[in-house]
Every structure is written in C-alpha cells, then in structure tokens.
C-alpha cells in the first residue's frame, strides 16, 4: 500500500519535507514516491501528509489510482465547470 505522485505534480516541494518516512524524492518530470518507504503515514498522522500540504488537485493519488485531493476539492470549483473549462485531467474525467 502506497501513494503515487501524477504528473500533475509542479515539483513545489511542499511534500518532500513532510514525509515521516523520506518516501518522497526528487525526479524528473515529477517527485515520485518510494513504494517500500510509503505507509500512507498510518500509524504517524491521521492523513497521508503529501496529500495535506500538496497545493495541486489530483497530483497524489492512492493506490487505486484515486485522488486524494480531486478536481474542484482545492479550488471549490465546481467539477461540472472544470470539465466545461476543460481543466479536468483526462484521467480523471
């Protein structure tokens, strides 16, 4: 069990410090996360952490490929007008 970082990631760094297990490192075109470190923060915080402090809708996902923060969730906007904007990753349409 554990979260991937999508490409919608903008190489912020807000998670890279705030993993308790350093899963989180940096690559390129995006950070990624090491699947044998990730515990998802169970049994060290109540949230995955990365997804907390992440300031970008669908750039961290669970292991079914879920978004932990998905369209609209950030900006409430709502979803009916991203996917009328076209801002909705395709994924995740």
């Given amino acids: 069990m554990a979260l991937q970082i999508t490409a919608q990631c903008v190489n912020c760094w807000a998670c890279y410090d705030v993993c308790p297990n350093d899963a989180i490192y940096d690559d390129k075109p995006h950070f990624l996360i090491d699947d044998d470190k990730c515990t998802e923060c169970l049994g060290d915080h109540p949230d995955p952490q990365c997804a907390a402090i992440c300031p970008i809708e669908c750039a961290i996902v669970d292991e079914l490929g879920e978004a932990l923060n998905p369209p ?8 009916e007008k991203l996917h009328a904007l076209g801002l909705v990753p395709p994924e995740f349409a």
């Fill in 72 to 79: 609209g969730s950030l900006t409430n906007i709502p979803i």
